[in-house]
């Protein structure tokens, strides 16, 4: 079974970065077999899709990431990367890594972002 383990949330001001990382196990070469994507939840909301990345390495980013966030992979590490740029208090979430194999999603535990000043 495969398992993600996020890091790299905390606290920034607003403007500031982050870079999220979210390692794979349990799997060899995870993005040569599943699309992979970041998705976030914050407090009262529905969880919603940032960005996501296919195994031919195509992206796609929500309209209020575009141009901010860059989703990326290292294939060595089997580790997905969330850079965040030009951070907002609109940003402030839990951030989760997410797996799509075989039909099956798979989740990390997230890991929380908070844009404050």
């Known amino acids: 079974q495969v398992q993600l383990v996020e890091s790299g949330g905390g606290l920034v001001q607003p403007g500031g970065s982050l870079r999220l990382s979210c390692a794979a196990s349990?799997?060899?070469?995870?993005?040569?077999?599943?699309?992979m994507g970041w998705y976030r939840q914050a407090a009262g909301k529905e969880r919603e899709l940032v960005a996501a990345?296919?195994?031919?390495?195509?992206?796609n980013y929500a309209d209020s990431v575009k141009g901010r966030f860059t989703i990326s992979t290292d294939n060595a590490r089997n580790t997905l990367y969330l850079q965040m740029n030009s951070l907002k208090p609109e940003d402030t979430a839990v951030y989760y890594c997410?797996?799509?194999?075989?039909?099956?999603?798979?989740w990390g535990q997230g890991t929380q972002v908070t844009v404050s000043s």
């Open positions: 349990r799997i060899r070469s995870i993005f040569r077999y599943a699309a």
């Open positions: 997410q797996a799509v194999l075989d039909h099956r999603d798979y």
């Open positions: 990345i296919s195994r031919s390495g195509g992206t």
